[in-house]
């Protein structure tokens, strides 16, 4: 150790170039560095995560605790310049690695719903900030800029990049790890973030690149050599944006129905986007945008995205994040702090924050957002990471401002991503709270709301009438958000765990067949090239009916599902008998049905029904020449879908979930109701009172009355669905009803049984104990063995819990 501190001297003093050695001895110290990092932080975060404070808060600490240890100073001298050459080719990989992976991770049709909104608060915030800074920049030479600057207009260029700057991988680690990126007030932050991020980073280039910077410069050609570069640059980044589609397609192609490409394919794909990223970089510009459009423009289906994502993310996300959140601790040196550091750093901290606050007030205001969580916001949008991401070196080489002042760029840094951190927690726990005390129901959800999704399979053979479904639901894939699949398989089907990539490599191109992991990521990659939903895979090791059902509920809370759909524990022989294969599957839906934290439904499969069509393929590549009539019109469709009505909150669920599904093209829609001779007696002696017209008192005091009087003129009378009340007198009435759906409807929705009206299922007393989470009027429609029925789906609306 001491030999490496005399030989950095020698070097330092007579400026010779450095030999071999000298790079070996400081990566090992670094990766000293980077050990006492990663197990002081693991550390710091037992106690931290208990106030949902973000990993990086630890990470940062423990770089402060490590760089009071003096391991720096055994690497290089105290100035600042070579503490910036140590650590920026660290730095400079993470931001390109994690930005790409960022990018990769995104939810693009999320983030469509959230665009205005992120234009407003970006605007909003950025001029804020910029404003800010021209003002103040003039009083700001006298309390931390200690050297003489070229010109006053410099400095108030790089004052405001440097306050208006927002780090966009801080932002989006702390979104990403406290699961804030599934609401759109998270995607509103990190979208907000990396655009803010975007926009700094575009003015630090052309500041670089200007005679405002080079007028003294003894090159006179330095400029336009510069410009040229990012045009190179430009070139270099758009040619290849243009062709990773094509190519990412041709090795998916190569390589359909694995789990992972090659390694040879990986290796290829790994080193043109660390070529291609770091592109930029070499010109002199910053590499971290194209990191972030490569992440975007790489298909998300598709091993070669698996193959990537498995590759980069243990490494990226384990190792290189914590030491680059830890550098921004580890840059402060304890023996220069004083108030004239430590003041000023915290001024440039507060005058960032006040810019943002002041823009995030006024985007309150246009987008109706409350003060409240706009200030908070502002908070998270102030973090700034490191001081090389607005190239602060260049501003002490031009004279902006001496080292004193990037002491204290460093303390305001540290201080803003240290005070996001109660600022998040109290964003996440509200989130929380908002989910868990809306109701969680398709009838509360308006029309410009977005429908969350859950969907779960058992195994690659239920999977495609589950995402058929699915598909049907989503009437503008690009506006849809990503639909979350959660496949449970058995442990004994479970090949691919813990082995190297390689030997996953070779059990997917060797014999045996493929596993089951491997046979659902072909299902889900067919249904999203097919209907261009995105659709994110997650793989549970199934450990018993009890504790399945619990990771089912969390992860619908962790996504913020609205809707959680199941495959029933029923189902379909070749012969057409329904059967109940395993107990613990019923075991499972009866516990997700106790704790779910919204609307669940059941899918009843029949896939080997013989009259019309069968939900087994996406309706884009259906084959099948027989087609329906719309029960409304002359209209051909695929499917002819009927839903019942008793009346009670899962039958109005239910009948939500079909007017969803009338929206479909593809989708003829009848609705029938059920109601009871006596009733149905005294409903049209009022009409005849009232001169035909209904009882208003009688409809404004009747849930059930109100729901489908707002159905029949928005779907009814529009001609999208059909309107059926079936009269009933005994309960022979319904079985015969229900029965005589065989071979009319491809699928029936019903709500589950328990809070239906008694009065109209009296006497299925049977049905209603064979039924058990279903209930009757579903027993009856789910123990038919004709080859003619189809499927069906059962739905159960979420009740609010309060919290305590």
Request: hydrophobic share 45%; proline share 4%; aromatic share 6%.
């Amino acid at each position: 150790m001491a030999r490496s501190y005399y030989i950095c001297s020698h070097i330092d003093l007579f400026g010779t170039t450095p030999i071999p050695g000298i790079a070996l001895d400081t990566l090992f110290l670094v990766a000293i560095q980077a050990l006492a990092v990663i197990v002081l932080s693991k550390f710091f975060h037992l106690f931290l995560r208990r106030y949902n404070q973000p990993s990086a808060i630890s990470q940062i600490v423990a770089g402060v605790v490590v760089g009071g240890m003096g391991l720096r100073n055994a690497i290089v001298h105290v100035d600042v310049d070579n503490v910036e050459d140590m650590y920026g080719g660290y730095i400079s990989a993470t931001r390109i690695l994690y930005m790409f992976l960022v990018g990769l991770d995104m939810d693009i049709a999320g983030l469509r719903k959230v665009t205005r909104r992120c234009v407003a608060f970006t605007y909003a915030t950025v001029a804020a900030s910029l404003l800010v800074a021209a003002v103040v920049s003039s009083g700001m030479y006298g309390s931390m800029m200690h050297s003489p600057v070229k010109t006053p207009e410099l400095l108030a260029a790089t004052l405001m990049l440097a306050l208006t700057n927002t780090s966009s991988i801080s932002v989006a680690r702390i979104a990403s790890e406290l699961k804030l990126t599934v609401t759109e007030n998270g995607r509103l932050i990190v979208a907000a973030a990396i655009a803010t991020n975007l926009i700094c980073v575009f003015g630090d280039g052309v500041l670089s690149s200007t005679t405002l910077a080079k007028e003294n410069s003894d090159d006179p050609d330095r400029d336009s050599h510069q410009i040229k570069k990012g045009f190179l640059a430009l070139a270099v980044v758009g040619g290849a944006l243009w062709l990773v589609r094509p190519a990412v397609t041709h090795i998916n192609k190569r390589n359909v129905g694995q789990h992972h490409v090659g390694i040879r394919d990986l290796v290829v794909m790994l080193l043109a986007i660390w070529f291609i990223a770091n592109t930029p970089q070499y010109l002199g510009f910053d590499g971290m945008p194209t990191g972030l459009a490569l992440g975007l423009a790489f298909p998300r289906e598709g091993p070669a995205a698996r193959s990537v994502t498995e590759a980069l993310g243990p490494p990226v996300k384990g190792i290189l994040l914590p030491f680059y959140f830890a550098t921004i601790g580890m840059r402060m040196n304890f023996n220069t702090m004083s108030g004239a550091i430590i003041v000023p750093g915290v001024l440039m901290m507060l005058l960032g924050l006040f810019g943002k606050a002041i823009g995030a007030a006024a985007a309150s205001a246009y987008l109706s957002i409350p003060l409240s969580d706009a200030l908070r916001f502002s908070v998270l949008l102030n973090v700034k990471g490191h001081v090389d991401t607005m190239n602060m070196k260049f501003a002490k080489s031009e004279g902006v401002w001496a080292e004193q002042a990037l002491y204290a760029m460093i303390i305001g840094n540290l201080i803003s991503t240290v005070v996001a951190g109660p600022a998040v927690a109290v964003v996440r726990r509200k989130e929380e709270e908002a989910y868990k005390t809306r109701h969680q129901a398709i009838e509360s959800l308006g029309a410009e709301q977005e429908l969350r999704m859950l969907a779960c399979a058992h195994s690659a053979h239920a999977a495609p009438a589950m995402l058929s479904l699915v598909e049907l639901l989503v009437s503008e894939p690009e506006e849809q958000p990503a639909i979350h699949v959660l496949h449970l398989f058995d442990a004994a089907e479970e090949r691919v765990d813990h082995t190297p990539y390689h030997q996953r490599i070779l059990d997917d191109v060797g014999g045996g067949g493929p596993d089951a992991v491997t046979q659902m990521n072909r299902i889900v990659d067919l249904f999203s090239r097919a209907t261009g939903i995105t659709f994110r895979q997650n793989d549970i090791v199934g450990r018993g009916a009890a504790l399945d059902a619990g990771a089912v509920c969390r992860s619908a809370e962790d996504v913020h599902a609205s809707l959680l759909l199941l495959p029933c524990h029923k189902e379909q022989r070749y012969d057409g008998k329904m059967i109940c294969r395993l107990d613990e599957r019923r075991d499972l839906n009866h516990g997700v049905l106790v704790r779910a934290p919204c609307s669940v439904g059941l899918l009843v499969d029949r896939p080997y029904r013989n009259s019309g069509t069968s939900f087994r393929v996406p309706s884009s590549m259906a084959t099948s020449t027989k087609t329906l009539l719309h029960p409304c019109s002359d209209r051909a469709v695929t499917h002819v879908i009927a839903a019942v009505f008793f009346g009670g909150p899962d039958d109005r669920e239910a009948v939500s979930f079909a007017s969803r599904l009338a929206e479909h093209p593809a989708i003829g829609l009848t609705i029938f109701r059920f109601v009871k001779r006596s009733t149905y007696d005294t409903v049209t002696s009022a009409k005849l009172d009232d001169g035909d017209e209904l009882d208003l008192s009688f409809q404004e005091g009747d849930v059930d009355e109100r729901f489908m009087w707002r159905f029949y003129e928005r779907y009814a009378s529009r001609e999208l669905a059909m309107y059926v009340e079936k009269v009933v007198v005994s309960p022979t009435d319904v079985e015969e009803t229900l029965d005589g759906m065989a071979g009319m409807f491809s699928l029936v929705i019903v709500g589950r049984g328990g809070r239906q009206p008694a009065e109209l299922l009296a006497g299925l007393d049977r049905w209603a104990e064979a039924g058990g989470e279903m209930g009757p009027a579903a027993e009856i429609l789910a123990s038919n063995d004709s080859l003619e029925m189809g499927s069906l789906l059962v739905l159960q609306q979420h009740t609010v819990l309060m919290l305590q």
